[in-house]
C-alpha cells in the first residue's frame, strides 16, 4: 500500500499553483492559525507556492464610509497593510484557505473586516486601480476554510460555514472544504484527538486537485461517486 504521506511528484498533479491561508485570530499562535500553517505545509509538500499571512500583522484600520475618506482621486486613503495584501497577495493567488476562530457564533472580525473593505475597490467610485481589474482577481479561486471553537457542536459553526458558503457562490470561488478543531487555549489544537494538523496538511497536499460537486436537475453526472484519482475528493468535504 502506498504511504498517504509519501512524496509526491509536483508533475503529477498539475501545473504549480498559489495558496494562501489568511490567519484571521486575534492570537499570533492562535489554533485556527497552528492548522492553517499545516494546510500551507501540506500544499508546500505536494509542490505549489503556499504562504500563511496574519492578517492582525499587516491590517489595523477598519472599513469606514469611502465618501469622507477616498482622497480627490478616489483612492482608498485607509493607511495600513491591506491594499499590499489584496492585490498582491490575494488577487494573484488561485487558491484562499480562510483561517477563523468562532467569535460569538460567527467568522472573526478581522476576516469580516477584510471582506468589507473589498468594497473600497470593488465599488464603481473606486480608486485608480480599476474595478474591472479588481472583479477579474478576486474571481473563480479554490476556497477552504479553517474553522476553532470551544464547542463541538456543528450548530455552533453554521453561521461561519453559511457565510463561506454565500461568499463562495457569489464569487465563484469552488468552496472544496472544511478543517476544524474544537480547542481554546493557545496549543489546545495540539491535543484535539480528531488529529486537525494531520488532516491540516492532507487537506492541503491535495487542496488544487478537489472540486465542490453542487448538482442541479439538468446536470449529467456519474452514478458513481467514487472513483478513483477521477473524483476529486480523496477525503470528506468537512475532516475532523
Not at 480627490?72 to 491594499?83: L, M
Not at 461568499?167 to 488529529?195: E, M, W
Not at 491535495?206 to 448538482?215: A, D, P, W
Amino acid at each position: 500500500m502506498t504511504d498517504p504521506r509519501s512524496p509526491i511528484d509536483p508533475g503529477a498533479r498539475g501545473a504549480r499553483k498559489k495558496l494562501v491561508a489568511l490567519s484571521c485570530s486575534a492570537r499570533p499562535d492562535g489554533n485556527s492559525r497552528v492548522v492553517a500553517q499545516a494546510v500551507v505545509d501540506g500544499a508546500i509538500e505536494a509542490g505549489h507556492d503556499a504562504e500563511l499571512i496574519h492578517l492582525p500583522d499587516h491590517i489595523t484600520q477598519l472599513f469606514r464610509d469611502c465618501k469622507t475618506c477616498r482622497d480627490d482621486e478616489g483612492n482608498c486613503t485607509i493607511d495600513d497593510g491591506y491594499k499590499d495584501v489584496l492585490w498582491n497577495k490575494f488577487l494573484p493567488a488561485d487558491g484562499i484557505v480562510w483561517a477563523t476562530p468562532i467569535y460569538w457564533y460567527g467568522v472573526s472580525s478581522q476576516m469580516k473586516n477584510f471582506l468589507d473593505r473589498f468594497f473600497c475597490y470593488y465599488s464603481d467610485e473606486g480608486d485608480s486601480f480599476g474595478t474591472g481589474s479588481f472583479v477579474e482577481g478576486v474571481l473563480d479561486k479554490k476556497a477552504g476554510l479553517v474553522l476553532s471553537a470551544e464547542e463541538n457542536s456543528i450548530a455552533a459553526r453554521m453561521p461561519a460555514i453559511q457565510e463561506m458558503i454565500m461568499l463562495c457562490d457569489y464569487l465563484h470561488h469552488d468552496f472544496v472544504g472544511i478543517v476544524q478543531t474544537t480547542a481554546n487555549s493557545r496549543s489546545d489544537v495540539k491535543n484535539d484527538p480528531n488529529a486537525p494538523l494531520t488532516n491540516g496538511f492532507e487537506f492541503g497536499r491535495s487542496f488544487f486537485e478537489r472540486h465542490e460537486t453542487n448538482y442541479r436537475a439538468d446536470i449529467v453526472r456519474e452514478k458513481v461517486i467514487w472513483q478513483g484519482e477521477k473524483s476529486g475528493y480523496k477525503r470528506p468535504f468537512f475532516w475532523g
